[in-house]
């Protein structure tokens, strides 16, 4: 009896321990690796911003068209989403390190070519080769982060780290941006890539260790390529619906066609093909689709409203660049010890009530932001921001996190660029949707400038900006009454934003209602896998094999103990 009450005690702490490892000591320069890779991702992540202020002097310079202004600030985060499955999935292929330090090469070569750009087309290609260096080097970040912290207690406090990192280095960028405009010339927002840059490649080439995926079957690279295609289709489209066009302007409708149709063959494709490019049976686990979804949710929600807001300090308030961004780095911070934090209570709270919260809590910030009005009111921006960047953190981390832990180990890579594709395109959404909603709201405020011209009305209608424009070339109490009625309908169409996107952050919380209850913080590395169809017919022969020498094996050890039991009584008959 003593036995099985020892037994019997000792098999719930043997479960616990299997479900909840302690880590290995040995490794402790996972921790290193975290560095290096976190400051290669803040650098990609300071470029998808650092240009938005510098803008103005890039066209005075270099004196743009408007559709190239409109490409040189859209061909990064353009190719950069569209290249993030392609790069991803060749990661699991040839090796996550191998494609992370070719993006680092790429990445410091394309910024000198930018810094050093001395016209509107070698800086549009420039921007294109930062956007295949970008799409190269963040899947494979969060990729190798799954692959050296296989114990989900530690990847959880990595995860932590790489959103908090994300998030600060996409708001440090219009404040750095700002910085080096007041003192050097805009080439120097991407000058200072190329030191940080190459030290990454030097660093990243001894302390980042090599690490695949399934390698079984050829690479699909017409998978590949359609995939690229539908997603630059798409995230175009929707980028000139965004700027003011609509989704119904051939411009946007024709881009979005091509682009959906090449991705509904990209997951026909993928279904047919016994070793597919990206393993869409990932997205049948309720955590993986619905983490998927739930960063798709938070950026709808939330990137349009974050350049509104930028015009709203800028246009309204009368900040300058540089101001506006010290405003924003209380959000900054607030984002970075949301991650941190996050990762401390995930195994607490769990996935649901994590992202659930987040989103709630975001929500709860916008409306705060809501009672903004004509008057700069820091005490009420600030507690707005705070929260806000709180809020969103702990949202993207546990988006994050369950998604990558629901994951197999063989599919990180692209399973990590299927979440930097939700979020850039839920992103490139937000900006359209939001801004329709903007312009919808605001233009007819404008209805109220009693004594405007119709002619100047309508171009003072597609923004604030062109608004004020159109104001001072109109001069005296006109001009006034033109400025002051569009002032007005900005603040109050910015209410009607901050009210949709509030809405859109209570689906997301509804949407995370699908999450799981608790965090299995095992190793997801000892989980194996969905197989493919030629690897369960493997794995059907190799378990078939294995019973048949289990049946043989036992068969001669039960004859073992046969003639071993006969042995004995021969002995004895034969004395």
Partial sequence: MSGTTTAATRRPLAVARRLCPTPPESGANRWVVLIVLCVSLAIVAIDSTVLHVAVPAVSEDLKPGGIQLLWIVDAYPLVCAALLILFGTLGDRVGRRKVLLLGYGLFGAASALAALADSPQLLI?????????????????????????????????????????????????????????????????????????????????????????????????????????????????VKYAGDGGGVLDAMALVPLGVGAVLLMLFVRRQRRRRHPLVDLSMFSRAAFGTSVSCIVLAMLALVGLMLIAAQYLQLVLGLSPLQTGLRMVPLTLAAMVGGLVGSRILPVVGPRAMVVCGFLLTAAAVLVLTFLGHEDNPPLMLAGFVLLGFGLQTTLFGSYESMLSEAPPGQAGGAAAIGETSYQLGGGMGIALLGSVMNAAYAPGLDSASGVPEPARASASHSLGEAYQVADSLGGGVGDVLRSAARDSFVNGLHVTLLVSAGLLLMGAVAALRLPRAMACGSQDAIAPVPAPAAREKTAVQKTAVQKAAVQTGAAQTGAVRRSSREPAAAESRG
């Fill in 125 to 237: 290609a420039a921007r294109a080769l930062l956007g295949v260096g970008g799409a190269m080097i963040m899947p494979a970040t969060l990729s190798i982060v799954r692959q050296v912290f296989p114990d989900r207690r530690e990847r959880a406090v990595a995860i932590g780290v790489w959103t908090a990192v994300a998030a600060v280095g996409a708001a440090a960028g219009p404040l750095l941006g700002g910085f080096l405009l007041e003192h050097y010339w805009w080439g120097a927002v991407f000058l200072i890539n190329i030191p940080l840059m190459f030290t990454s490649l030097f660093a990243g080439r001894w302390l980042l260790p090599e690490s695949t995926g399934d390698r079984e079957g050829p690479w699909d690279v017409v998978g590949a390529l359609m995939a690229a295609c539908g997603l630059f289709g798409v995230v175009l489209g």
